[in-house]
């Protein structure tokens, strides 16, 4: 691997959390747009330097290796495993919606290779939060999909799966209740505008795990008991206090 190619991975791991900081729905296009403008010239010579490479493989996982070692260095810097998952949430914000779908928006075969190999590198710690491939044009459309972002990141703290009970009950309850209520459109509307605003800057605090876990207290472990009990109005009542709680505290504050 060369120096600029070094040099230019670098400064990518030192811009992963102040790019990350424009992740919400009105600016998120334009900011990764940007962001992969910047490092094109980057991942066009990294694709160039594996391909005429005398050992493809080993160069991809030295190129590969970059990050995920100076993540290393970052998390053995924490004393705690606390501290350590608070400080891997905001980079894996970042890396799962910037850093790996500029590696594989030019679609080049030895860029896309490296990120597969990147996030198992990437993930071989002993903390319960892992990345996984994703691209530009998956997050944009979970913009107009409305992923559940709030939920998503409570429940990823406390160490539940994208696939878990509660995240698929609120889904439903969203898709098959909410928004077939008077009122109801527009604020699962809201709440899908201000979401990754609120998400990134939770991620920032240092007690973002403890943040979550008030969250999950005060308004989705409720959430989920009143869909159990079939009080969806009750649910509904709950959903709303929370989006503009959250709303007053972490955007007008």
Not at 84 to 108: A, C, D, Q, S
Not at 154 to 173: F, Q
Not at 200 to 220: F, G, H, K, P, T
């Amino acid at each position: 691997m060369n120096q600029s190619i070094q040099d230019g991975l670098n400064d990518l791991f030192d811009q992963i959390i102040p790019i990350s900081g424009d992740f919400n729905k009105k600016t998120y296009a334009d900011s990764f747009k940007n962001a992969y403008e910047k490092y094109k010239s980057l991942f066009t010579e990294i694709a160039q330097e594996c391909e005429n490479s005398e050992d493809r493989q080993e160069e991809i996982e030295e190129i590969a290796a970059v990050l995920p070692d100076r993540m290393r260095e970052v998390l053995d810097q924490e004393s705690s495993k606390r501290k350590k998952e608070n400080v891997l949430m905001k980079y894996n914000l970042g890396m799962v919606t910037y850093v790996i779908p500029m590696f594989r928006y030019g679609r080049m075969d030895a860029c896309e290779e490296i990120v597969d190999c990147m996030i198992e590198r990437w993930n071989d710690h002993d903390l319960e939060l892992k990345i996984s491939k994703s691209e530009f044009e998956q997050i944009q459309g979970g913009f107009k999909s409305r992923l559940c972002y709030i939920t998503t990141a409570v429940c990823a703290s406390l160490g539940k799966p994208d696939d878990c009970y509660e995240l698929n009950l609120m889904r439903r309850y969203r898709d098959e209740y909410l928004v077939n209520q008077k009122g109801g459109e527009e604020i699962v509307a809201e709440y899908y505008d201000i979401a990754p605003t609120i998400v990134n800057r939770i991620n920032r605090m240092e007690n973002s795990e403890d943040v979550y876990a008030d969250i999950w207290s005060r308004y989705l472990h409720p959430c989920v008991s009143m869909i159990e009990s079939d009080n969806l109005e009750a649910c509904r009542k709950i959903y709303t206090d929370m989006v503009y709680s959250l709303r007053r505290k972490y955007l007008f504050s």
